[in-house]
């Protein structure tokens, strides 16, 4: 009988040859125990009823809450009991979440993304981003820029995977077993021959982008396979396996003026810099509108968002002299 590593050995091997503290494994048990508590939520919820819209019942007569509060709840719950998160910023939450003062990390999450795709269950993701607090001295600002975080990483639920990035260590890929523990660590390095790259973006949307990227789409678009799921996890799960680029560029020509969205759709913190991150560390790149690494924005706003082109750094590369010019 063969046996895997676990994602914890695997940790705590990596923490024992950095020389690093136990803190960020216990932050780790706890995320992934709120991930698997999603996941649960999210396979029987569609049988219990229990994926509607808040304020409606379900057949039990119970109040139901939607699923993205549900899964809210479930990760703030868990990052209280590891007493090592100071602030968390949620996308389900206009405020920032005080946890506790001597904690060690921020948080940037989103517990459940690509909500359109949960009355039809499928997949949807838990990303999260962290960050450490300065050690040195006293506490500034929650507000870090991706290349400030010390891990990214993604669940896409409920499939059974999660993908996490270590500063400066990889990106590597986890597969739940029948213990459900998450085993089989795979380095994750984007491929660099195009035969296997493809292209993910909401295709409805292409003629409201800028003109020059538009003519980037006519003139690049037949030479890869194109593939949306309209959740960012699973879109990117593909791309940094296969390589390619995922993207969601601004929207400036919509013919109802008031749907332009110039500054983008995705938030930076837990979304962009979360995918940003784990592709650097697979040896890709990601940019804004303005061919702006996205691991270099400084955010002004928790909930700020951004427009975001990320995957193979040949493609992203080209697509930046586009947008630069
Ligand atoms: P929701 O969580 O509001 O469904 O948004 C999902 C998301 O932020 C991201 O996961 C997708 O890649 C993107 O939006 C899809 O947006 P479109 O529906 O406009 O294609």
Redesign the pocket.
């Known amino acids: 009988m063969e046996f895997e590593q676990t994602f914890m050995n695997f940790l705590l091997e990596h923490q024992e040859r950095h020389k690093r503290t136990g803190h960020f494994l216990v932050l780790m048990d706890a995320i992934i125990s709120a991930a698997k508590h999603i996941e649960q939520y999210y396979v029987t919820g569609a049988l219990k009823g229990n994926l509607g819209q808040a304020g409606k019942v379900n057949v039990q007569g119970e109040d139901v809450m939607r699923m993205d509060d549900m899964a809210h709840e479930i990760v703030i719950h868990y990052l209280k009991t590891t007493q090592r998160v100071i602030h968390a910023v949620s996308e389900e939450s206009d405020e920032i979440i005080k946890l506790n003062e001597d904690g060690r990390y921020f948080m940037y999450f989103d517990p459940l993304?690509?909500?359109?795709n949960v009355a039809h269950g499928l997949p949807v993701?838990f990303l999260f981003g962290i960050a450490k607090r300065n050690l040195k001295g006293k506490e500034d600002f929650h507000l870090r820029a991706g290349k400030e975080y010390i891990a990214a990483g993604m669940f896409v639920i409920p499939t059974g995977t999660m993908t996490i990035a270590l500063r400066d260590a990889g990106a590597w890929r986890f597969h739940i077993d029948e213990t459900r523990n998450y085993v089989k660590p795979r380095r994750l390095i984007l491929p660099d021959t195009p035969k296997s790259w493809e292209f993910s973006f909401?295709a409805t949307n292409r003629y409201t982008y800028q003109r020059q990227v538009q003519d980037w789409i006519e003139n690049n678009e037949r030479k890869y396979t194109f593939r949306y799921l309209?959740?960012?996890a699973g879109?990117f799960h593909r791309i940094l396996t296969n390589g390619g680029m995922f993207m969601?560029p601004a929207i400036v020509n919509h013919p109802d003026p008031k749907k332009n969205r110039p500054e983008g759709?995705?938030r930076l913190m837990y979304?962009a810099s979360v995918v940003a991150f784990m592709c650097r560390e697979a040896g890709g790149h990601a940019v804004n509108e303005k061919g702006t690494p996205i691991l270099d924005i400084q955010p002004t706003h928790h909930h700020q968002r951004t427009a975001l082109y990320v995957g193979s750094k040949q493609l992203v590369d080209d697509i930046t002299k586009i947008l630069k010019a």
């Open positions: 993304d690509g909500s359109s993701g909401n309209g959740a960012l879109d969601y759709k995705l979304e």
